[in-house]
């Protein structure tokens, strides 16, 4: 490998963008690469054995285009399969963990809501997390479903979207938690709004500056970060609409992000990059 190789940067759909701003503001020189799985969007309904396919999927197209380093931009990707990810490939493999250790370190009543895909709650990796950060707290999870599907749309804040995350967010306030959790990539695109229902006392927090630093780190220890001065530049494909895509990533990445198509070239393949020769067989 070498520093002018790519990051690869996946999701379920456009909600690993929140990270991917975050690795580019912290690695300005590096060349990124992003798939949004929009077509299986969200994971956090999908089975474990689907979801890991898709993750391997995905991780064999970025490598085949060079990725020096593979981040899983999705908690419930992580959950399931970020273990099968480190174990199959050389490259480091970056992954989320919801932000509830910093949570608790902020927290003054000791409650911490923690919003996230069914899937990501239900996961091993996340009793993980909380039975080794989470003494001497109270930690209520709380699931979500029906928000990726909005921010997917490209409805941030819609009347939908906004009952949604009331019905969410005011339980949790209901039972004392002064500190929110973001445990999916889609949440932080509506992190304003989330904000405006808690109030000000409230703290909201997510991981992708943790999860950039945690790049820059592992990079650093490799000696593949990419040097200064040329700026590093973005490409996005998606297994959804490009068209529909187009817009909504335009918004949520704040400029020109344009994803090119994930196709299928016969009934029994696997996904392809349009315009390439590489194939791959799978789900």
């Not at 798939?35 to 890991?52: F, L, M, N, Q, T």
Request: hydrophobic fraction near 45%.
């Amino acid at each position: 490998m070498t520093p002018r190789q790519p990051i690869g940067v996946f999701d379920s759909g456009v909600g690993g963008l929140s990270v991917l701003r975050e690795i580019r503001r912290e690695l300005p020189h590096e060349d990124l690469l992003y798939v949004a799985d929009s077509a299986h969007a969200p994971y956090g309904e999908k089975s474990p054995a689907a979801i890991e396919a898709r993750a391997i999927l995905i991780t064999e197209l970025l490598l085949a285009r060079g990725a020096k380093a593979i981040v899983v931009a999705c908690n419930t990707a992580t959950g399931v399969a970020a273990r099968v990810l480190r174990s199959r490939y050389q490259v480091p493999v970056i992954a989320m963990e919801p932000a509830v250790k910093p949570a608790l370190a902020c927290t003054r009543s000791g409650v911490v809501g923690v919003l996230a895909t069914r899937r990501t709650l239900a996961g091993r990796s996340f009793a993980e997390l909380v039975a080794r950060v989470g003494q001497g707290a109270r930690i209520i999870p709380q699931a979500c479903p029906g928000l990726v599907e909005r921010i997917e749309a490209g409805d941030l804040d819609g009347p939908e979207t906004r009952a949604l995350l009331s019905s969410y967010i005011e339980p949790l306030l209901l039972r004392g938690a002064d500190t929110l959790v973001l445990g999916c990539t889609h949440y932080p695109h509506l992190a304003p709004q989330i904000r405006e229902l808690a109030g000000p006392c409230v703290q909201v927090l997510d991981s992708g500056l943790a999860v950039a630093r945690q790049v820059r780190r592992r990079l650093a220890e490799l000696q593949l970060l990419a040097p200064p001065p040329r700026a590093g530049v973005e490409q996005a494909w998606t297994s959804g609409q490009p068209e529909h895509l187009r817009a909504v990533m335009a918004r949520l990445w704040g400029g020109d992000l344009d994803p090119r198509p994930l196709t299928r070239p016969t009934e029994s393949a696997g996904w392809s990059v349009a315009g390439s020769s590489l194939a791959l067989q799978g789900v």
